[in-house]
């Protein structure tokens, strides 16, 4: 995520993205769906970097390669492009990759610093095998609106009219990528906005407030298109799953990583409904 207005004194520089992608390869048919998430296992909180290593391959292990080869595809911010903030560990494409069963694939169209306006165009370079989309995006769209929480107001009722407004706003972005998305007629799965990890208490619980509009809007426009949901507010949950304020490290793209690889994995649902994951 990129930081402006008043997150600047609290976040480092952005540096440039890159893409990823893997060779072509045969797709799922348009029917097909995200499944029943019953089955899945949280990482523990603070999980260090062999244990996850010790379970990618248990995951690896345990399932068997489908007769179709599908291509999962992120799309959105540094929530899931987020190599620059790694020192070095495995980045959140790279441990999608090594989870999904042989055959499988992964491309990153996700770019750092995206907000919902850049989606279509992450949509034009998203390879033509895709059989999944991944969208995590919004981040960028609160910290663009930061301003609003630095805003005197003279009373809670006036609080409340602005972060309305705010959050209208934002609705309508998200519904437009969302739909811009959901015109590819592929499987798709919606993350929510993580809470982060701000040391200034009162920016935090100021910060959560907020966002709770902003993953409200996520969560409605999702549901009535019955998507998935990943909610990262429970993936993401400890101090050690952030390099910085907001973006995760490599313990927590293996936690991001682990929750879309079991999303994408879980056997097709025989009825389309909206579900939430949590890991």
Known sequence: MKSRSAFGA???????????SDPPTSALPL?????????????ADGIGQQRASRRSVSLRESRQPDRHMSHVVLL??????????????????????????????????????????????????MPDDATHLILSIGGNNAILRADILEKPVASTGEA????SAVAEEFE???????????????????CTIYHGNFEDEVFRRRAIVALTLFNDAIVRC?????????????????????????????IG???????????????????RRSQIATS
């Open 76 to 125: 959105g911010d540094s929530t899931l492009d987020n190599a620059s903030y790694t020192a070095g560990g495995p980045d959140v494409i790279s441990q999608v990759r090594q989870l999904l069963p042989p055959g499988w694939k992964a491309t990153l169209s996700a770019v750092d610093g995206s907000t919902t306006e850049d989606i279509p165009e992450q949509l034009e370079s």
């Open 222 to 250: 999702a549901a009535e298109h019955q998507l998935l949901v990943i909610d990262l507010r429970f993936v993401c949950n400890a101090p050690l799953d952030f390099a910085n304020p907001i973006e995760p490290s490599a």
């Open 10 to 20: 609290r976040l480092r520089p952005l540096t440039a993205a890159h893409r990823s």
């Open 253 to 271: 793209g293996a936690k991001i990583a682990r929750a879309i690889v079991t999303a994408v994995m879980e056997p097709s649902a025989t009825k």
């Open 160 to 163: 409340f009219h602005l972060l």
């Open 172 to 190: 309508k972005q998200y519904r437009k990528a969302l739909t811009t998305c959901l015109s590819r007629r592929l499987p798709l799965a919606a």
């Open 31 to 43: 029917g097909a769906s995200f499944g029943n998430m019953a089955e899945r296992t949280s990482l």
